[in-house]
C-alpha cells in the first residue's frame, strides 16, 4: 500500500506509511532516464530527482514529513504523560535533536510531537559548545535552529542544553592558554552569544553541566583550573542577562539521592543564592541503575527544595544488563524504578518535570557508552510502551 503526495515546493512523492513493496532504500536509485525499477522509497525517504539521469532516495526533512501527518493537534489533550504531569502543573519532557533517528523519523517525530506524552524538548547535541562555537567566534546555529522550531511548532516548552561543560568542549577551549581574564572573556561571550540567540525561546537553561567529581570537589576542568569556582557565577550571571526570562539550572548527574555530591551540589546552590547570584534550579540528570535506584531520592529533593531551588529531572533513563536473563522480571523493575522517580518529582511540589534522555530504546545513547546495557527507557525499540510507561502515568495520573 502506498500512500503519497506530491509536495508542491520541491515536487516529489514521498511515502510515511509502511508498504509491503520491495521500496527502494535510502540512498539508492529510484529513477531517471532509462529506469525501469522501484520508484517508491521506504519509509521517511522520498525519491529526489538529483538529474535527467539519476533520481535518488533520500531522507524525508520533516517539514515534509509532518505533511503525512497524523501529528497531533498542539492544542489537543488526550491521557498521557504530560497531560497528567501538566494536569498537577508540571511537565513531562523528552531529549530530542535534528537527526535521522530522532526528528526525521516519522514514527519518532509523530509520538514526540504528540502533546499529550511530552510538554517539552531538550535538544541533546545541538546546543553544545562544540557545535555552537566549534572555533572561537564563529558560531553555529544551523541544527539547533531546526529542532528549536520543530518543538516550538508542537506548542512543546525547550530547555537549553548546555552553556558550560567541560565535555564536548572543542580543543580550542579546553587546550587553550588562559589566564582569568581572557578565559572569563571566552565564557562571557559564549553563554551570551547563544543565550540572545536563543532568547525567550528556552524556559530553562542548563547553564552549567556537571561542575563536581563525585565526592564533592570542583571538577577539574579548564573553567575551574582558570577562574576557580567563580566560572559558575560568571556563566549565570551571563545568562541571566541575556535571556531574564529563563530559568537558569545547574545541572548533574549522581546527584538523584543524598550524597557527597549532591551535597555538594546542595551548598554550591546556597552560596550562589547568598550572594545574589541569578540561578533558579537544579537538575539531577537521573541516569540510573535498574534496581538500584536511590531509596533517599525524596529525601534528597526535599532538602534541596527547602533552600529554595527549584528542582527538575533533566536526562532519566534506567538501564539494565540486555537481554536480561527474565524479561518479565525486568520489566516490573524497570516499572517500580520509573515509579520511584516519578514519584519523588510528584510529591515535591517544587519539582517542575521529568525529561527521558530520549524515549525509545531504539534511540538511546546507553548501550554506545555501556556496553551491554540498553532498554532504559519507557518506549521498546518498536516504539511500543512498557510496563515502565504505564507506571509513570499511573503515577502522574490525578
Ligand atoms: C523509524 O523507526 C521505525 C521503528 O524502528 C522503523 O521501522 C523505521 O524504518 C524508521 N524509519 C526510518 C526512516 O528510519
Ligand atoms: C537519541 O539516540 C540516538 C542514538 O540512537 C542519538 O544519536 C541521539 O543523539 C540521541 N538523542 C539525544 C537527544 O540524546
Ligand atoms: C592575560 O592574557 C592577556 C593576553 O595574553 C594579557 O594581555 C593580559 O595582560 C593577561 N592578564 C593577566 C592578569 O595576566
Ligand atoms: C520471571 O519472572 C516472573 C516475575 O517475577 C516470574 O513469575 C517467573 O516465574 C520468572 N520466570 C522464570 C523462568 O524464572
Redesign the pocket.
Known amino acids: 500500500m502506498r500512500s503519497n503526495g506530491i509536495l508542491s515546493s520541491v515536487g516529489v512523492l514521498a511515502a510515511c506509511v509502511a508498504s509491503t513493496n520491495a521500496l527502494v532504500p535510502l540512498w539508492s536509485r529510484c529513477g531517471g532516464e532509462g529506469w525501469t525499477g522501484e520508484t517508491e522509497c521506504v519509509e521517511g525517504a522520498y525519491c529526489k530527482v538529483l538529474n535527467q539521469w539519476w533520481s535518488s532516495c533520500e531522507r524525508v526533512p520533516v517539514t515534509e514529513c509532518t505533511t503525512f501527518g497524523p501529528y497531533v493537534d498542539p492544542n489537543s489533550q488526550t491521557d498521557g504523560l504530560n497531560s497528567f504531569a501538566v494536569r498537577r502543573g508540571k511537565y513531562f519532557g523528552t531529549a530530542g535533536d535534528w537527526i535521522y533517528d530522532d526528528v526525521m523519523n516519522c514514527t519518532w517525530a509523530r509520538i514526540a510531537s504528540d502533546p499529550s506524552e511530552f510538554g517539552s524538548i531538550t535538544p541533546g547535541n545541538s546546543q553544545k559548545w562544540d557545535t555552537t562555537e566549534s572555533s572561537q567566534g564563529s558560531f553555529n546555529y544551523a541544527d539547533s535552529d531546526q529542532i528549536v522550531a520543530w518543538a516550538l511548532k508542537y506548542g512543546k516548552k525547550i530547555r537549553g542544553h548546555a552553556l558550560v561543560w567541560h565535555s564536548q568542549l572543542p580543543s580550542w577551549v579546553s587546550t587553550g592558554s588562559w589566564n582569568a581574564t581572557t578565559l572569563k572573556a571566552v565564557v562571557e561571550n559564549h553563554v551570551t552569544q547563544v543565550a540572545t540567540h536563543f532568547k525567550g525561546k528556552m524556559f530553562h537553561w542548563d547553564v552549567v553541566n556537571e561542575a563536581f567529581n563525585e565526592d564533592g570537589t570542583f571538577r577539574d576542568s579548564i573553567f575551574y583550573q582558570i577562574l576557580g569556582e567563580s566560572y559558575i557565577e560568571i556563566a549565570l550571571r551571563a545568562a541571566a542577562a541575556a535571556d531574564p526570562a529563563a530559568k537558569l539550572y545547574i545541572n548533574d548527574y549522581n546527584v538523584e539521592g543524598v550524597n557527597a555530591k549532591s551535597t555538594a551540589l546542595l551548598n554550591l546552590f546556597k552560596r550562589l543564592k547568598a550572594a545574589g547570584v541569578p540561578v533558579h534550579g537544579l537538575g539531577l540528570q537521573g541516569h540510573l541503575i535498574s534496581g538500584q535506584v536511590p531509596t533517599d531520592i525524596e529525601a534528597n529533593l526535599n532538602r534541596m527544595a527547602a533552600a529554595g531551588a527549584e528542582i527538575a529531572i533533566t536526562e532519566l533513563d534506567i538501564r539494565m544488563n540486555v537481554p536480561p ?5 525486568a520489566d ?1 523493575q524497570l516499572a517500580k524504578d520509573y515509579e520511584t522517580v516519578t514519584k519523588a518529582c510528584k510529591v515535591t511540589g517544587r519539582c517542575v518535570g521529568i525529561t527521558v534522555w530520549n524515549f525509545t530504546d531504539k534511540n538511546s545513547w546507553v548501550p554506545s557508552v555501556f556496553a551491554g546495557q540498553g532498554d532504559a527507557l519507557p518506549w521498546d525499540k518498536n516504539f511500543q510502551k512498557k510496563p515502565a510507561y504505564y507506571a509513570i502515568a499511573r503515577t502522574l495520573k490525578p
Do not use: M, W
Not at 325 to 329: L, S
Open positions: 536473563a527474565n524479561q518479565t522480571a516490573a
